[in-house]
């Protein structure tokens, strides 16, 4: 773990509402010069605190209109290994993020679709065939903040 | 060509104008001329940084599934209203299924999340029933969409 000052704060927290930003920009959003701002930067970078970066697409613009949370319960814990499920879940496409998650779920899943007959097919073809898959629910998102 | 451009900035952002030309096979000038036109289109929204929390302190990651009393007309905007001021209160998302809205709760350790729980969050309006999932490990978060 980092330990972080004020001042690491308030670049991430500048970074968070546009991570587009350069050390530059960053450092006068809060008052320090480019190259304080750098160097805190690659301190945050080095200590493991920002990853990266990603670029963000319009989901809509580019013809994916549904966003799906799903819980997923696995059938048989023990008889197909957890890898066999999470090496099969992670390889299709459209499922953007696998959480093992501790509660009435073993596993959370957001899946991205064109539109609602395509997350039937992804649901039918390719989540209800993975190896190990219990009971699926689904919720679909209806608007995000925060 | 510009999916080729989307595919290759999706699979790593940091990429400059000239490393991007060079792995969709364009010239700089092109390519930029291509990326620029994508963010006008609002293709392009930005860049977003992605953060470990747990190396800033919070161990613990819980989402809650909350279902509402819909008896009461505007019981999503008062709770979304009251929820976002909590600031260990991440993504906040309304959903159409068994649960009416989830959201991401950050905190360093559990006896912090008790604390968050007990003081902040049960005290929002308008809850019927919540539900809890502790993440235990990521084992797949991309952006990246099947383009």
Redesign the interface.
């Known amino acids: 773990m980092m330990e972080l000052d004020d001042k690491d704060r308030a670049i991430i927290r500048v970074l968070k509402g546009d991570g587009g930003l350069n050390a530059g920009e960053v450092g006068k959003a809060i008052g320090l010069t480019q190259p304080a701002a750098w160097r805190r930067i690659k301190r945050l970078e080095q200590g493991g605190v920002i990853l990266g970066r990603r670029v963000q697409l319009n989901k809509g613009a580019l013809g994916f209109d549904v966003v799906v949370y799903l819980g997923v319960k696995l059938a048989a814990k023990g008889r197909v290994g957890l890898e066999d499920f999470e090496r099969a879940v992670c390889a299709i496409p459209e499922v953007q993020l696998v959480q093992h998650v501790l509660g009435i779920y073993d596993y959370r899943l957001k899946v991205v679709a064109r539109d609602l007959s395509d997350f039937e097919r992804i649901l039918r073809r390719r989540i209800m065939t993975l190896p190990g898959v219990g009971e699926v629910e689904s919720n679909v998102m209806l608007s995000e903040v925060g | 060509m510009d999916r080729r451009i989307?595919r290759h900035?999706?699979e790593d952002?940091?990429l400059t104008m000239s490393e991007l030309a060079e792995r969709a096979g364009l010239s700089s000038g092109a390519c930029w001329r291509r990326v620029e036109k994508l963010e006008v289109?609002?293709?392009?929204?930005?860049?977003?940084?992605?953060?470990?929390y747990?190396?800033?302190?919070y161990a613990v990651e819980v989402?809650l599934r909350i279902t509402l009393d819909k008896t009461r007309s505007n019981a999503f905007d008062e709770f979304?209203a009251a929820a976002?001021k909590i600031p260990e209160?991440?993504?906040?998302?309304?959903?159409?299924?068994?649960?009416d809205i989830?959201m991401d709760v950050r905190a360093r350790d559990l006896a912090h999340y008790q604390e968050i729980y007990k003081g902040r969050i049960l005290g929002l309006p308008h809850i019927n029933d919540v539900?809890?999932?502790?993440?235990?490990?990521?084992?797949?978060?991309?952006?990246?969409?099947?383009?």
């Open positions: 989307l900035l999706q952002g940091s289109a609002g293709v392009i929204v930005g860049r977003e940084v992605v953060l470990d747990r190396a800033m302190g989402f979304i976002q209160v991440g993504a906040i998302q309304t959903l159409l299924g068994r649960v989830r539900e809890a999932l502790m993440l235990i490990s990521e084992v797949k978060n991309t952006e990246a969409l099947p383009i």
